[in-house]
């Protein structure tokens, strides 16, 4: 659940199965951590995810991790690229994946009779992989066009840079595709470097949710993972000071004005993640009624797209506002969201105000929950870091607990000395 609240607990490396909640878990003897939640459902959605992303690349490897993610899926010991793309699109299911900036993620959908093939797929992908160096040319060609789709669009470009600029020196500052530059130095040997380096098992979780016992789930469990070499991740992560403020325009040629402000905010870990996600969530989140919206679009129509966004890391986050706008409007739209920044920075919410914003954040919550695949996803990256997984009881609790003074603070905090990059 993109969003659900964590808490912070000790690692579970317990040999038996455990309840955790309404989870069960427990740890192979490979460091390998599984976490099932048993739904009533004729479909099963799995996922193996890796604590790697683009932030553990080094310098020469910047797009690698996104190259893995695809080339995952060209070969194996045991299949041919077909085979692998066929395995269970033929029986009707789904094999993907995804990069972040600090995890990769191979997930399926299955029907739940052929839930094992699955899980034996994703761990075929995952740990046999061959990397042919003709497949990884051919891949290269397809990441270069999608390189090319994102230059395309300003909207997915702003977010980029923006960050790029945020964490200037740091892992976490550039962009996941890499360039076509770098991208035409990598081959097959070192993809497997990488892989060796960054995919070991003590940084993943396997996650299942479906109409599964505990018994199902650990067989399955211990037949394709329980097997794999343990491995130990042999380097850490580090975050460079936040540079200065900025302000700066580029000309992009596009039609309207993109403008981003934002700043550096609270980790994972941080107990302002929470306030800052629901503040974020009334200032701009997906509802019509959000403050920015109602002020940009419904009272001034000055944009039709307004949105603001937090993004915890392990150890930082950024929190940023995005919209676009026809070049005369502009200023109109910096001035109005300056004033409503300033008023969550100097005043604190009105009661009415703060019980629709939690209620409505909360109820954002149970309707994604309702989303097995996404809620599956959300509770691996939850139990990769803390080892933990809060439900939504436990999440309610922590809303409901929150202030108004609290929120005030972190809006103090967060939207004074914002940076801003304007697309013009």
Known sequence: VSGEPYRTISLFTGPKPKRLMEFITYTLPNGIR??????????????????????????????????????????????KAWQVNCRLENMGGELNAYTTKEETVVHATTLRGDYAKAVELIADIVFRSTFPEH??????????????????????????????RIFDGSSLGHNILGSKA???????????????????????????????????????????????????????????????????SVGRGTHQVHCMKGKRAYDLKDDRRLPLMLLMNTLGGPSANSLLNVLLREKNALSYSVEATYTPFTDSGVASIYFSCEKENASRCIELMDRQLGELAEHVLSPRRLS????????????????????????AKSYLVFGDVDGFGEAKEKIEALDGETLRTVAEEIFTGMSALIYK
């Open 34 to 79: 599984c976490i099932l939640k048993q739904v009533k459902s004729a479909v099963v959605h799995c996922a193996l995810t890796v604590n790697t992303g683009s932030r553990d690349e080094l310098p020469g490897e910047y797009g690698m991790a996104h190259l893995v993610e695809h080339t995952l899926f060209k070969g194996t010991q045991r299949r």
């Open 135 to 164: 497949e990884v040319e051919k891949e290269k060609n397809v990441i270069f066009d999608e390189i090319n789709l994102y230059k395309d669009s300003p909207t997915d470009r702003i977010y980029d840079e923006f960050e790029d």
């Open 182 to 248: 770098t991208l035409r130095r990598m081959h097959s040997e070192d993809i497997r470097r990488f892989v060796a380096r960054t995919y070991t098992t003590d940084q993943m979780v396997f996650s299942l949710i479906g109409n599964l016992s505990e018994k199902a789930f650990r067989t399955v469990a211990d037949r394709w993972f329980g097997g794999i070499s343990a491995s130990r991740r042999a380097f850490g992560r580090t975050v460079h000071p936040a540079p200065e403020p900025f302000c700066l």
């Open 356 to 379: 629709v914003a939690k209620r409505q954040f909360l109820g954002q919550l149970a309707i994604s929950a309702e989303n097995n695949e996404s809620y599956m996803l959300g509770a």
